[in-house]
């Protein structure tokens, strides 16, 4: 065996300038790459380098500006910086979670794509020894006239649902838009939330010397080779030709994958544990080497291979799905080795861990990669990308947005609207049910699954206003952090932590990077006035078509806990007679509304802004009304306002109101469209309204009665009645029409 | 006319169907069983005559809603 | 009442199944493995849901020929209860335990909704618990639940009121809008709704309640 | 050797599949479109040289798990 990578170098194709091009890095990052290894990279470790630095793996562009998000708490187990966050949820339970993007792939083909995302979210989660429990989707979608639009939309559905149905792990909710925006550039978003005890949570740092490397799952294919610079790289009118890249995803091993590693993390066996993600075993056995402080050897002829006469090259960057990487205690590996084989998967021996630092790799009886840990892993460039601030909109008074015909015909409009209207033919094709815990199913504010074998409830949901972070980034980073918090207080639940999944244009643009930049610093903000930190994420940048950014899209995965779900809030009308209740103020703010969207037609100004202070106010407010059991249905205002909030609730009861517009109001379009913040309806009961008024009044909060709950029709008076069976019929109509239609 | 359209996975992706076919046959003790790739078969009966044209539209369907090209290939026969 | 679940691989409703039995009968079922060959003395057996084998090739397929579905078939042959749900029900017309065949949903999605059913025969060892034409609400959630068989079959299981559940709305094309069947003697069901999903009130119903313990007072 | 096996629903058996697609194709502006039935096609590798063998075998295989003969009809082809 020749014992250094200099002899092998005259057999590999030379390093050329646009063999770098080609791998996505700079010339000044060649040029570092030379310069740390004190010699030219061989094309297999040019490859391994051009993952690592990849903007995917290496966070490159925005690692500076991540550092500024709060990631402590007394809540957190574990932060960012592992497969998954963990919070405690008390009693030795520990919630895991993780939102991660699978755009380029999705669009390229949306079946695959989005299943193999959605596998890819899952073994983060069970990585770190949690059973998943529940998951979310936030999918962007381009304008419904786009030709591409349906097409995608049913293949994305479809592919989420094939693989978490297959898992058997419900998926509780999630968030769909349209805009034109996304024509080129869909966003798929998975986020998977897991249980675990606080005592049994895996990690991925290898620790010590001599301890063996081992492989799981799924045979290595040529899958996805580059998908990781792919995911970095902006898409042109020839991105067909990158179509060979995609991945087909396998649940049912996933499923197998999941038992086995739950099974075999019972046994004390386990050091450390990584799944293979993008970048495949680059980048998991580089991260458990570097955390641990570790050298890697790897013998790649021992890799499980589907397919002949594979390259060194090629293993190392295929990203073959349903695979895991381990480091075990020495001698365990028998036991692993049956666990494994009794589900019928590939266990194989493939490295062992070192005192060198160094990533090395042999096949075929030569040492085909030797480079230092380090520099791939921690001294991956950094970069501070110039930005400019995104321009300041005026503020624009509910007076000069004109006036509708009349408010029920409004809110039938919005409705209607795709932006508004029912996403139940996305949701029935998700197994909402499966592993009988779900409290609430998709169509609340959030998705709650009780914590197995306890009263205890997980409520999840996925917010953001991309229009408002537009018109202005940090108000707009600020508003999806507390639409997250208010989504989960309105269940009755304490918002815990959250995840993050930041889908913007390309970073070398400065406009960009402002909004970037803008929107990190409203996160921060809020996550540090709500006592809300961020403990995993993902930042998924050059989601770009030809010079057109998608609109800046920060979306926020929340977790709350409920401690008793016989104390949880939903949001449909209980009982006639109930009195209805709006806390928060209402100044009528239709500045990028979706009334100016769809009635107006224009949507321009500032977007709402964001008070903190109240939002968490009338947040813990509400809270103590639904654990006192005083609350007996709860919403939260956000898109399309009071009106449309009021409607969701009678739709979700088949139970109309009687209501009237405040008599202080002057344009009672902006009191009922108006998307002001930190506001909640909710209803009570008759002989408790009045206490409860008096109660709102003494802490401080604005209460408006709005009226009373009763008949099968919205009546605010003065304007024209419409029935609820009408709102409802309207509601569920667009999605399933559109997609019937080819 | 009629014609059949076979439509098979691309060379190098995975095909997990099939795998799953290939191990199940080899539980129930059918020895010597190596690869086994699953794909879809298509009849199509259609009014057009001439053979040409109806490739063509065969072709064109394929492309369009058949076959899924970014993993699958098609092959169209048409019955004489 | 003594009772087994199957786990296939894929099974994925298992641990429902198991849940559902000991909250109903007080006691937790047997967990038997797709690959042991023997059954433990027991008075019903579950196959449960899920995708056992990834519904790789047909739905139910490849489990109807794994190693423990000879005692299974033993212990319907002895006249001992067994049940399939969802995937458990196509597994037993893979193995001809039951006639017919689940096919794709005529809308060809995936389907996840309460739908309302209708008890078509109250009098058997499943189902004395309801009342005969009663509705009750059930979620359903699958992809192949679409009921065929052939008319002589169909005009058999009809004369013999051997159609115990039918939809009230049919979510997925089934013909007679079948959504669970018997076999002639009387102690082989399967069925895709899932009752083990609507046995505690916090989660929706207790519909599938009866359902259980029916069986524990035919035993 | 390898084996083609078609496997095929048996007339009179519904096929949702199938009838989408005709639905689809018809939507999308496919003109004379008539019937389409939608079937599995299987590429076997076998290591048995001897073809009445492998054809015995394959068969068996069909009638054990690849068709479920309640519903498919199935047919085997021997690459020469
Ligand atoms: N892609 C999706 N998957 C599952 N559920 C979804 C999806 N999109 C929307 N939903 C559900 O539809 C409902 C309405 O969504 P949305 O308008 O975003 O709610 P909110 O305004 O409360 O955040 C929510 O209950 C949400 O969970
Ligand atoms: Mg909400």
């Known amino acids: 065996m020749t014992s250094t990578v200099e002899a092998t170098k005259d057999t590999m194709s030379e390093i050329t300038p646009e063999i770098v091009a080609e791998h996505g890095l700079t010339e000044d990052e060649y040029a570092l790459i030379v310069k740390r290894l004190n010699r030219e990279p061989n094309l297999t470790e040019l490859g391994i380098f051009s993952v690592m630095w990849s903007e995917h793996c290496s966070y490159k562009s925005s690692r500076f500006w991540l550092a500024k998000l709060p990631t402590k708490g007394p809540q957190v187990i574990q932060g960012p910086g592992e497969n998954a966050g963990v919070v405690d949820l008390g009693d030795g339970d520990a919630a895991v979670f993780k939102m991660e993007s699978h755009n380029h792939p999705s669009f390229i083909e949306p079946y695959q794509g989005a299943a193999t995302g959605v596998g890819g979210i899952m073994r983060d989660v069970f990585t770190m020894g949690a059973r998943p429990v529940a998951n979310m989707n936030a999918l962007r979608f381009g304008a419904p006239e786009h030709a591409k639009t349906r097409h995608l939309v049913a293949g994305v559905v479809s592919g989420i649902g094939g693989y978490g149905n297959c898992m058997g792990v419900p998926t509780i909710g999630g968030e769909t838009n349209f805009d034109p925006r996304y024509n080129g550039n869909i966003l798929v978003n998975a986020m998977t939330v897991g249980l675990a005890r606080t005592d049994k949570i895996f990690y991925s740092a290898a620790k010590g010397v001599g301890n063996p490397v081992v492989y799981v799952g799924s045979k290595t294919g040529r899958d996805g080779i580059h998908g990781a610079t792919m995911a970095s790289a902006e898409f042109d009118d020839d991105s067909d030709e990158k179509r060979p890249t995609v991945q087909v995803g396998d649940p049912f091993t996933e499923k197998l994958l999941l038992e086995a590693c739950l099974e075999l993390m019972n046994e004390d066996a386990i050091i450390a544990i990584q799944d293979m993600g993008a970048a495949g075993l680059t980048s998991s056995s580089v991260e458990m080497a570097d955390k641990g402080g570790v050298g890697i050897k790897l013998d790649l002829d021992q890799v499980p291979q589907r397919e002949e006469s594979m390259t060194a090259y090629e293993m190392m960057l295929s990203e073959s799905q349903e695979r895991m990487l381990m480091v075990l205690q020495p001698g365990r590996e028998d036991v692993a080795r049956k666990i494994f084989e009794k589900w019928g998967l590939d266990f194989a021996i493939i490295g062992i861990t070192t005192d060198t630092g160094h990533l090395t790799l042999s096949h075929g009886g030569e040492i085909v990669c030797d480079i230092p840990i380090a520099p791939l892993a921690d001294d991956a460039p950094k970069y501070e990308r110039p930005w400019v601030a995104s321009k300041q909109q005026d503020v624009i008074e509910a007076s000069e947005v004109k006036a509708p015909e009349t408010l029920s015909s409004a809110l039938e409009c919005l409705m209607g609207t795709p932006d508004l209207c029912s996403r139940r033919w996305i949701w029935e094709q998700y197994d909402y049910t499966v592993m009988a815990d779900t409290m609430q199913i998709p169509g609340g504010d959030a998705g709650v699954v009780r914590v197995h074998g306890t009263q205890k409830g997980l409520a999840v949901t996925t917010d953001v206003t991309p229009r408002y972070c537009e018109a202005d980034p940090r108000e707009g980073g600020m508003q999806a952090v507390a639409e997250t918090w208010r989504n989960l207080t309105a269940t009755g639940a304490k918002p815990l932590a959250i995840t993050d999944c930041l889908n913007f244009g390309n970073p070398e643009r400065p406009e960009i990077m402002g909004q970037f930049v803008g929107c990190i610093e409203g996160m921060a903000e809020a996550c540090k006035a709500l006592d809300y930190p961020v403990v995993s994420g993902n930042v998924s940048l050059y989601n770009e078509t030809n010079g057109q950014g998608i609109l800046p899209t920060p979306a926020i995965g929340g977790i709350g806990l409920i401690e008793d779900v016989s104390r949880m809030a939903t949001l449909a009308f209980k009982d006639e007679g109930d009195v209805i209740l709006l806390l928060g103020k209402t100044i009528g703010h239709l500045g990028q509304s979706l009334y100016q969207r769809h009635i107006d037609g224009d949507v321009k100004g500032a977007p709402p802004p964001v008070n903190l202070d109240k939002e968490r106010k009338i947040g813990d407010f509400v809270r103590t009304l639904i654990t006192n059991g005083t609350a007996t249905a709860v919403h939260d205002v956000s898109d399309g306002g009071i009106a449309v909030a009021i409607a969701e609730m009678a739709m979700a009861s088949g139970l109309g109101a009687k209501l009237a517009t405040p008599s202080e109001v002057e344009a009672p379009h902006g009191f009922w469209f108006g998307e002001d913040q930190a506001r909640y309806i909710v209803t009570v009961k008759c002989d408790d309204a009045h206490k409860v008024i008096t109660h709102i009044l003494e802490a401080g909060i604005k209460v408006n009665r709005l009226g009373l709950v009763g008949g099968n029709s919205l009546d605010i008076e003065g304007d024209a009645p419409i029935s609820v069976e009408k709102l409802k019929a309207t509601h569920e109509a667009w999605l399933p029409a559109y997609m019937s239609t080819n | 006319m009629k014609a059949h359209v076979h439509i098979t996975l691309k060379n190098g992706v995975l095909d997990p169907q099939g795998k799953a076919v290939q191990n199940a046959l080899g539980a129930l003790g059918f020895e010597g069983v190596g690869n086994v790739r699953q794909g879809k078969y298509m009849e199509i009966d259609l009014d057009e005559s001439d053979p040409a044209k109806a490739r063509a539209s065969l072709e064109a369907m394929c492309e369009k809603l058949l076959a899924n090209t970014v993993i699958e290939n098609y092959k169209i026969d048409l019955e004489a | ?219």
């Open chain 3, 1 to 219: 009442m003594k009772s087994a679940v199957i786990v296939f691989p894929g099974s994925n409703c298992d641990r429902d199944a198991a849940v559902a039995l000991e909250r109903i009968t007080g006691n937790a079922p047997h967990m038997v493995w797709h690959k042991d060959t023997d059954l433990p003395e027991v008075d019903l057996v579950v196959l449960p849901g899920g995708f056992s084998f990834g519904d790789y090739l047909r739905s139910g397929a490849m489990s109807a020929s794994s190693p423990i579905m000879a005692a299974v078939k033993a212990h319907a042959d002895a006249g001992r209860y067994l049940v399939g749900i969802c995937n458990g029900f196509q597994v037993l017309t893979e193995a001809h335990l039951l006639p017919g065949a689940l096919m794709r949903n005529a809308g060809l999605n995936f389907v996840c909704r309460t739908v309302p059913l209708i008890v078509a025969n109250d009098e058997t060892a499943f189902t004395r618990g309801y009342k005969k034409d009663s509705i009750i609400k059930v979620p359903v959630a699958h992809h192949d639940g679409n009921y065929f068989a052939d008319d002589a079959t169909l005009e058999m299981l009809e004369g013999e009121g051997r159609v115990v559940f039918r939809y009230g709305e049919n979510p997925n094309g089934s013909l007679h809008d079948i959504a669970g069947i018997i076999n002639k003697r009387g102690n082989v069901l399967g069925l895709m709704p899932h009752p083990e999903r609507v046995v505690d009130p916090m989660l929706g119903g207790e519909d599938g309640v009866p359902f259980f313990s029916s069986v524990m007072e035919a035993v």
